[in-house]
């Protein structure tokens, strides 16, 4: 019996597929040995790698870097780029064109300022013309006044016919019938009847012609020297602001009293000054 088994077992050693599973076996076990042999140096191999990965990382941020400074200098020389570079082209086109446009304005405007006349344009010497012609009528518009001069010792032609029912006062007070009061006077009063034709006590320029709730229509004529004559409670005028008046030309007429002068009745209010300060008529009247 047992003869027969090991009978059997030399059999099955001697087959082909004895020796084929065998091969395989060996095989199978040189592969594990060298798989087993060979798994610690990958893991050094993979750890190597982890480490060398934030160089690669930073390798490549420098590339990115070189790539941005190849773009500026490709957009430069027109070179054609990728779209990043494409986007950073058309941010920097954008500048360029409002630098352009900014210079471009100032190229524009930069030729109205240095224009030089043509042979024929007239036009600085009209310019010059006009200037010396306003400076012509203001030469001859202010001389008027200006060469004006009072002569204090010819004195002043009585404006108006007929005697002075209010004297003069600027201290003591004098008594105004129609107010019923005292009280300071800057001028004199001349009565004299309605229509009375009031004349320039001597040659001046009318500088105002105003209506005045006390003394009604009311003339101011300089005279030089810095006199200015008011002639009040007038009507019929026949002189206008800017007249230059000889002496007794007629200036207009005597009005009806206004209602500060009532009871004193028609009359003409006759002021003189100096530098804006009241001056006694009856020193400069004739």
């Known amino acids: ?27 199978t076990v040189v592969c594990i040995c060298a798989v087993c042999f060979n798994l610690p140096e990958l893991n050094k191999s993979k750890e190597l790698t982890d480490l060398n990965e934030p160089k690669v990382e930073s390798q490549g941020n420098a590339n990115v870097a070189n790539e941005v400074t190849d773009i500026a200098d490709n957009s430069e020389n027109n070179v054609p780029q990728s779209d990043e570079s494409e986007e950073i082209n058309l941010l920097e086109h954008d500048i360029y064109d409002e630098n352009e446009n900014e210079s471009s304005l100032s190229q524009v405007t930069k030729p109205v300022e240095t224009v030089e006349p043509s042979e024929n344009t007239e036009v600085p010497t009209v310019a ?11 030469n001859d518009t202010k001389p008027i006044s200006e060469k004006l001069s009072f002569d204090e010792d010819a004195g002043l032609l009585w404006p108006a016919n007929g005697n002075v029912i209010m004297n003069y006062s600027d201290e003591k007070g004098i008594y105004f019938a129609t107010l019923g009061q005292y009280k300071v006077n800057p ?19 009318i500088d105002e012609i105003i209506e005045n709730e006390e003394t009604g229509t009311t003339i101011k004529m300089s005279i030089g020297n810095d006199y200015v004559l008011t002639y009040g409670q007038l009507k019929d005028l ?23 002068y009532v009871v004193e009745g028609a009359n003409l209010y006759f002021q003189v000054t100096q530098n804006g300060e009241p001056v006694n008529p009856l020193y400069l009247l004739r």
């Open 187 to 205: 001028a004199i009063l001349i009565g004299a009847e309605e229509e009375t034709e009031v004349v320039s006590a001597t040659k001046g320029t």
């Open 1 to 27: 019996m047992v003869k027969g088994q090991n009978n059997k077992l030399n059999n099955k050693l001697k087959s082909k597929n004895f020796y084929i599973w065998m091969l395989s076996g060996v095989l």
């Open 238 to 260: 026949k002189v206008e602001v800017g007249d230059t008046v000889e002496e007794g030309q007629v200036l207009g007429c005597i009005a009806k009293p206004t209602k500060y």
């Open 128 to 138: 010059i013309q006009e200037e010396e012609a306003v400076s012509v009528m203001q």
